[in-house]
């Protein structure tokens, strides 16, 4: 029964091109984000960031999910609603990312592990119970000569499965992200074969606990050249490879994929996504001509991006209160150019960003 709302909630978040926003950076990785603009790594500065971000209007037209960080559960418009209110009004579900971050893999110092499962069962409670429908939890592997290991793969897998059970239980959608870091030397061969093997082991620990995986979304890397790599990959060698190493690891039983950015332009996310959507028949019909290698994928290809959505915004914001308007004409045009490209006609136009170097990409 549970498991049917989470399947007709995974639908509604989806449809008509909508993809998620993530917004739910730790107050880490927030602070960090605003010192490098000059911002005052306050908590009124993330209450005003996040306020500025919910109330651009007509975002529900491209956005059917946030993922919100705790904090922000309980924060309001200044002087105004709840948070939680607008995005009720506005038809926009909302999630948690409940993992608590990465910390140092026993006896592996270079290697990371999430943590955050000791009491996820009570704060899941408590989320569902403040309206949450899902839940998102990240981890990261990075890749270097000799990493990862399989410790590190295997226990990442293992902690993303119970992560995924727990929620399901509490009837909450996971969106389970195992993430390959970009950053590196590596050429985009091994990112596709650490991405593959890190996805098998995801999938064989997701079944071991039984997650039913009708009533998941997967948030994953798309398959990159490390950011230092000498050998940069065109368009199409990304999208090609990436949907390889989907269909050898992701079940078809999987609804959607909502791809992250991981430090791409907003540009650049946007046209690797559009491109991957031209190969599947179902945007058979679009404008564009050069289509070639069309199969019908069995999963729909989106975005939850978090820096491709907020990195241009938060340029022009830059914590000046008279930027607003301007930083969210930024979100609006970022949502509406993913939306296209979910639908395979996206097309950089002239005076867009092309590209712009983001500063505020890196992060562990
Ligand atoms: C990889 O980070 C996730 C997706 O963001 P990008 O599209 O920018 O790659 C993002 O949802 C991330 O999990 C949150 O920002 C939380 O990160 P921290 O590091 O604060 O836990």
Request: charged share 20%.
């Amino acid at each position: 029964m549970l498991i049917n709302k989470m399947r007709t909630l995974i639908k509604v978040m989806f449809a008509d091109g909508k993809g998620i926003l993530a917004m739910d950076e730790s107050n880490s990785t927030c602070n960090e984000r605003f010192i490098e603009l000059g911002i005052p790594a306050t908590e009124e500065n993330r209450r005003a960031w996040r306020e500025l971000i919910l109330t651009t209007p007509n975002l529900h037209q491209g956005i059917g999910g946030v993922i919100l960080f705790d904090e922000t559960v309980y924060q309001q418009q200044h002087h105004g609603a709840a948070f939680l209110q607008i995005l009720r009004e506005n038809n926009i579900l909302f999630g948690i990312k409940v993992d608590k971050g990465l910390q140092s893999l026993a006896l592996h110092p270079s290697e990371k592990v999430t943590s955050g499962l000791d009491g996820l069962r009570a704060r899941l409670n408590t989320y569902a119970g403040l309206g949450a429908v899902f839940t998102k939890w990240r981890a990261a592997i990075s890749i270097t000569e000799s990493l990862p290991t399989l410790a590190c793969i295997e226990t990442n897998a293992d902690a993303l499965a119970r992560f995924a059970a727990l929620s399901q239980e509490a009837g909450l959608v996971p969106v389970v992200e195992p993430e390959v870091m970009m950053s590196g030397t590596h050429n985009i061969e091994r990112c596709q074969q650490v991405t593959t093997q890190f996805l098998l082991s995801v999938f064989r620990h997701l079944n071991q606990q039984e997650v039913v995986l009708e009533a998941i979304i997967l948030k994953p890397n798309m398959i990159l050249p490390g950011a230092d790599c000498s050998m940069q990959a065109d368009t199409d060698i990304i999208a090609n490879k990436t949907i390889a190493c989907l269909l050898e690891t992701v079940p078809a039983a999987v609804p959607v994929i909502a791809f992250l950015s991981g430090g791409q332009s907003g540009d650049l996310a946007s046209t690797r996504l559009n491109a991957m959507n031209l190969k599947d028949n179902r945007h058979a019909n679009t404008p564009d001509g050069s289509i070639n290698q069309q199969q019908t994928l069995p999963w729909q290809l989106a975005f939850s991006f978090s820096r491709a959505i907020q990195i241009p915004a938060i340029q022009v914001w830059s914590g000046v209160p008279e930027r607003k308007k301007a930083a969210q004409d930024a979100i609006y045009r970022r949502v509406c150019d993913n939306q296209r490209a979910r639908r395979g006609v996206y097309h950089q136009l002239p005076e867009s960003p092309v590209g712009r170097a983001v500063t505020a990409t890196q992060k562990q």
